[in-house]
């Protein structure tokens, strides 16, 4: 599956989770899920835990993390003297 085609499963609803970017509309935030990786749970682990995502969802999540981590900027700031 392309990068589009994953990152249109992240959508972003005001309506939905304080607008807070969910995967596929669903009341699952990537925050949820990459916290979740981070804290150690494996993915077969969330998928049994939230039986309607899939596999594609939680790629999805990743890039849709790289892709933000990507457009960050670093400005080197001088110290004073």
Do not use: C, W
Request: without cysteine; proline residues 6%; negative net charge.
């Amino acid at each position: 599956m392309g990068s589009d085609r994953l990152l249109e499963r992240i959508t972003v609803n005001p309506e939905v989770m304080v607008g807070k970017p969910t995967i596929r509309g669903l009341r699952i935030t990537v925050e949820q899920i990459l916290k979740a990786l981070a804290g150690g749970i494996t993915v077969p682990e969330l998928l049994e835990d939230y039986p309607e995502l899939e596999p594609g969802d939680i790629q999805a999540v990743l890039l849709h993390a790289a892709e933000l981590v990507s457009e960050e900027q670093v400005f080197k700031i001088g110290m004073a003297t």
